[in-house]
C-alpha cells in the first residue's frame, strides 16, 4: 500500500531492497530479474512510442540537406511517416528526422561498390602493386574483392568479445575489460593481412600506428577494409614527413591521384565504405590512427539509421590540440603558412615525431575524425555528441597554461571558433555531462554507436597494448550469447544476455534519453535544430567562459 507521497518507483525499489535484505530471494538472482524485467518493459515500450526527434518538414529539409518537395513526396508515397504528436493538429503532422535521413541516404548513395567503383579501386590498386614496397599489401587487398578471406577468424572474435562482455560484467570497481584468458585471446589474434615491418612500407605504417600487432610478432590489418585505411593513411599524414619511408607514402598519393584527380582523398574514402560493406566482420582491432581515419566510414553506415551517438571525455570540438593533432596545431599557433590539406603540415612541425612518438590525443590524423567526418555535408544524419565538463575544463586550463603568455588568447579563440562552428551544424545535438561520477564505465568506452555498429575505446594500459579500440559488428552480438548455449552454466547465458544489450544502440539510445530526461545529461543544443551565428556564438561563449571561470 502506497503511503502519504510515496512514488509508485520507490515502493518498488523498497519492496525489491526488502526481498533481498530478508533473503526472500538471493540477491544476484534479484539483480538479475529486475534487469531483465527492466529490458522486457524498455523493449515494449521503445517500440510503441512517438520519436523523440520530430520536427516539420520545413525544418526537416533544412536539417538534412534535401528539398522541402523530397520530404513532402516521401510522406505522400509512405516512405517515411508522418506523426501527431500530443498538442499538435492533425492539419500540421511532423516528421521523424532520422526517419528523413535514412530516406535521403538511400536516395543519394549509388549501389554499393557499384561496378564503376569497383573498377576504379582495382585501378588504385594495380597502380600500387607496380612498386615493389607496396606490392604486396595492393595484392592482399585485391584478393579480398573476390573471395571473402575473413570469415574463418569470426569464432576467435566471437571469443574475444564475449570475454570483454563476461569481463564487464562486475559492479563498480569490479567492472574490467578483460580476463587474463580474453586478454590473451586478444593478443593471440592474427591480422588477416601482414605486413613485413622491415620493408619501407612496414616501417612507415608502423610509424604511422596504422598496424595492429599478434603477440607472435606479426603485424598488419585486420580487414581489408583497415589495410585500404592503411594506405589512405600512408598517403596523407605519411607523406609530410622526411625520408625513405615518406617517399613510399608521396607515391601512394601520386597513384591515387592519377586514378581519381584533385578528388582522391574522398575517393578513397568510397572505397573504404563500400569495400567494408562487402567483407563485414564480427569485430576489428583499431589502432588510434585508423580510429581516427574511420571515422567516415562509420557515419555513413550510420546514416542508414538516421542517428549515431559519441560519447568524449576530451572533445576536439573544444579542445584544438584534440581536433588538429600535435603537428598541425603547432602550425597554427606559430602563424605558419596553412596548406590548403586538412592534414598537411610543415617540416618544422614534423619534428615533433611521426604518431608512434606522440600520445594519441595528439595524433596528427586526429583532424581526418572531424575535417572527413564530422563535419561531411554528404553524410546525412543526427549526431548526438557527449562529453565531460570536468575533463574538458582540467585539459582546456592545463594546455593553455602550457602555452606562452602571447598565445593563450588564440587557443581560446580557436577553441571558441571550433565550437561555434559544431552548434551551426543542424546535424549536431551536443550535450554535457557536468559530473564526473555520471560518466559511468560504458559511457567510457562507448567511442561511438549506431544500430549497425559500436566503436569500444580500451582503456586499461595491457589491452591498450594490443587495441586502441575495437569495432564491433552489432548484427553478430547474438552469437556472443548462442555459442555459449552448449556450456552448463545457465546463470552466464542469462547474464550474458543482459549484458550483451548494454553494446545494442536501442539500450544506448534509451539510457542516453533517460539522462538527459534525469538531468544527469545537460542538452546544450537539440539534433536538427538550425540557429543563427549570434545564438551559436552566445552557445558557445557561455560554455568556454563556464569553463575558464
Not at 606479426?218 to 615518406?246: H, K, R, W
Not at 546514416?303 to 576536439?316: K, L
Not at 543526427?382 to 574538458?392: G, H, K, P
Request: aromatic share 8%.
Amino acid at each position: 500500500m502506497i503511503q502519504g507521497d510515496e512514488s509508485i518507483s520507490i515502493a518498488l525499489e523498497r519492496l525489491a531492497l526488502t526481498l533481498g535484505e530478508s533473503g526472500a530471494m538471493p540477491v544476484p538472482e534479484l539483480v538479475r530479474a529486475l534487469e531483465r524485467a527492466a529490458e522486457r518493459l524498455r523493449t515494449r515500450w521503445v517500440a510503441d512510442e512517438i520519436p523523440s526527434d520530430l520536427v516539420s518538414q520545413a525544418e526537416a529539409s533544412r536539417a538534412v540537406g534535401v528539398s522541402r518537395q523530397a520530404v513532402n513526396q516521401w510522406v505522400r508515397s509512405n516512405v517515411i511517416r508522418s506523426y501527431v504528436p500530443n498538442g499538435s493538429t492533425p492539419h500540421r503532422p511532423q516528421v521523424s528526422l532520422a526517419e528523413v535521413a535514412i530516406a535521403a541516404n538511400r536516395r543519394s548513395r549509388e549501389v554499393p561498390f557499384s561496378p564503376a567503383r569497383r573498377r576504379e579501386l582495382r585501378d588504385f590498386l594495380d597502380e600500387v602493386q607496380n612498386s615493389d614496397s607496396t606490392a604486396a599489401i595492393a595484392a592482399a587487398i585485391r584478393n579480398a574483392l573476390v573471395e571473402d578471406v575473413d570469415r574463418s577468424h569470426s569464432p576467435e572474435h566471437i571469443g574475444v568479445l564475449r570475454e570483454f562482455v563476461k569481463a564487464s560484467m562486475g559492479v563498480g570497481d569490479d567492472q574490467r575489460e578483460f580476463t587474463a584468458d580474453g586478454l590473451q585471446l586478444l593478443s593471440k589474434l592474427k591480422p588477416t593481412i601482414e605486413v613485413d615491418t622491415e620493408s619501407l612500407f612496414g616501417r612507415l605504417t608502423s610509424s604511422l600506428r596504422l598496424l595492429v600487432r599478434s603477440s607472435d610478432g606479426t603485424a598488419g590489418f585486420d580487414s581489408p577494409t583497415t589495410a585500404l585505411l592503411g594506405l589512405l593513411g600512408a598517403a596523407t599524414v605519411g607523406g609530410q614527413y622526411i625520408g625513405d619511408e615518406s617517399d613510399v607514402g608521396r607515391s601512394i598519393a601520386g597513384a591515387a591521384f592519377r586514378v581519381w584527380g584533385s578528388d582522391w582523398v574522398d575517393r578513397l574514402y568510397d572505397a573504404v565504405f563500400h569495400l567494408g560493406e562487402a567483407t563485414p566482420l564480427p569485430l576489428t582491432r583499431y589502432t588510434a590512427s585508423l580510429t581516427y581515419l574511420d571515422n567516415n566510414r562509420f557515419l555513413r553506415k550510420a546514416q542508414a539509421s538516421g542517428v549515431s551517438i559519441s560519447y568524449f571525455r576530451q572533445p576536439g570540438l573544444i579542445l584544438p590540440q584534440r581536433y588538429y593533432g600535435a603537428p598541425k596545431f603547432h602550425d597554427i599557433l606559430a602563424d605558419a603558412r596553412q596548406h590548403k590539406d586538412p592534414w598537411a603540415f610543415t617540416p618544422r612541425a614534423a619534428q615533433l615525431g611521426w604518431p608512434s612518438d606522440l600520445d594519441s590525443s595528439v595524433n596528427p590524423f586526429r583532424v581526418f575524425n572531424y575535417e572527413f567526418g564530422y563535419f561531411d555535408p554528404s553524410i546525412h544524419g543526427i549526431r548526438r555528441y557527449c562529453y565531460s565538463t570536468e575533463d574538458v575544463r582540467t585539459e582546456l586550463l592545463s594546455y593553455a597554461a602550457r602555452l606562452p603568455a602571447t598565445k593563450r588568447e588564440e587557443y581560446f579563440q580557436r577553441s571558441f571558433d571550433n565550437l561555434v562552428r559544431a552548434l551551426l551544424q543542424p546535424t549536431t545535438e551536443l550535450t554535457a555531462i557536468d559530473s564526473s561520477t555520471d560518466f559511468d564505465w560504458w559511457k567510457d568506452h562507448l567511442i561511438r554507436s549506431s544500430p549497425r555498429e559500436v566503436m569500444l575505446g580500451l582503456r586499461d594500459e595491457r589491452a591498450r597494448a594490443v587495441a586502441h579500440a575495437l569495432l564491433v559488428s552489432t548484427g553478430s552480438l547474438h552469437r556472443v550469447v548462442a555459442d555459449s548455449e552448449t556450456g552448463d552454466d545457465a546463470t552466464l547465458r542469462d547474464r550474458l544476455r543482459i549484458y550483451v544489450k548494454n553494446l545494442e544502440f536501442e539500450v544506448i539510445d534509451a539510457r542516453y534519453r533517460d539522462d538527459l530526461d534525469r538531468g544527469r545529461t545537460r542538452m546544450i543544443k537539440t539534433g536538427g535544430q538550425s540557429i543563427t551565428e549570434t545564438e551559436a556564438r552566445a552557445l558557445a561563449n557561455h560554455e568556454i567562459r563556464a569553463m575558464r571561470s
